[in-house]
């Protein structure tokens, strides 16, 4: 089967959604390191909720980027890990992660310009 992410129809929007979203980026490069636990992956990512963490873990996991291990202990234990191609992704977002950094300043810059201009233009 042929995917056209042109075409309005084609699931590959979806999964660019998923793989776009500021959570599904930062749970990813949280994981790159090995699994981690729900309470690690919230510490580690400043500001996401427990609700959109659970979405979106739940979202990868459907997706085939991540796997969820439940430990039968007590307390329970439930561990998050990336599957092959969530380290396949894990790659790409890393080299993203990376060209942000470092370009961070630039684009500072650039947005400083601009509304420079447009207020000026006022």
Same mark, same amino acid.
């Given at each position: 089967?042929?995917?056209?992410?042109?075409?309005?129809?084609?699931? /590959?929007?979806?999964?660019?959604?998923?793989?776009?979203?500021?959570?599904?980026?930062?749970?990813?490069?949280?994981?790159?390191?090995?699994?981690?636990?729900?309470?690690?992956?919230?510490?580690?990512?400043?500001?996401?909720?427990?609700?959109?963490?659970?979405?979106?873990?739940?979202?990868?996991?459907?997706?085939?980027?991540?796997?969820?291990?439940?430990? *039968?202990?007590?307390?329970?234990?439930?561990?998050?890990?990336? /599957?092959?191609?969530?380290?396949?992704?894990?790659?790409?977002?890393?080299?993203?992660?990376?060209?942000?950094?470092?370009?961070?300043?630039?684009?500072?810059? *650039?947005?400083?310009?601009?509304?420079?201009?447009?207020?000026?233009?006022?």
């Amino acid at each position: 089967m042929e995917f056209d992410p042109n075409d309005r129809d084609c699931p /590959t929007r979806q999964l660019l959604d998923r793989i776009g979203d500021q959570w599904t980026v930062l749970i990813v490069l949280s994981l790159r390191d090995g699994p981690r636990r729900f309470t690690e992956i919230g510490t580690w990512i400043n500001g996401i909720s427990q609700k959109v963490l659970s979405q979106t873990l739940r979202s990868l996991v459907r997706d085939g980027m991540l796997t969820r291990t439940a430990y *039968a202990e007590v307390p329970p234990r439930v561990e998050y890990a990336l /599957t092959p191609l969530g380290h396949n992704l894990a790659e790409t977002v890393t080299y993203l992660d990376r060209w942000a950094r470092e370009h961070m300043g630039e684009v500072l810059a *650039a947005r400083a310009e601009f509304d420079q201009v447009k207020a000026a233009a006022r």
